[in-house]
């Protein structure tokens, strides 16, 4: 079975005070929380947590992913460091427990429902020889 993967950026900044430019950057500080808590969950039953440098989405930090082959990936902007943390881990177990990655709606934790910033198909395991691009 593939991997489902929850992708953080490390390099979001919610603000961009000097101050804060010397410090832990807020996505590092999710993912640092989002590491913790995994540490929490049965490993047989844990998402895997991947630190990326930058999702291209600076103006909307903090961004995560979730991703899985044949599965919907999830983008989800603006999160809290500190606050979304827990919606995360809860909806970690729910996007591993899908087949498809497809959650419902009325099922997601309040800040998946709010941060959404995309959902994409899934990418196909392979190209049909005989599909052209547009």
Known sequence: ???????????????????QQTSLSDGQSLFNRLQDGLKTIDNSHCI?????????????????????????????SQLSPTDAVPDLLQFSHQYMDSSDGKVPYK????????????????????????????
């Open 107 to 134: 099922d997601r934790p309040i800040t998946i429902k709010q941060k959404i910033h995309a959902v994409l198909p899934p990418l196909p395991v392979r190209l049909d020889s005989h599909s052209h691009e547009s």
């Open 48 to 76: 895997r947590l991947q630190s990326v440098r930058c999702m291209g989405a600076c103006d909307r930090a903090c961004v995560a992913a979730f991703m899985a082959a044949n599965k919907l990936t999830f983008i989800l």
């Open 1 to 19: 079975m593939a991997q489902d993967t929850l992708l953080v950026c490390i390099l979001c900044r919610c603000s961009q005070t000097e101050e």
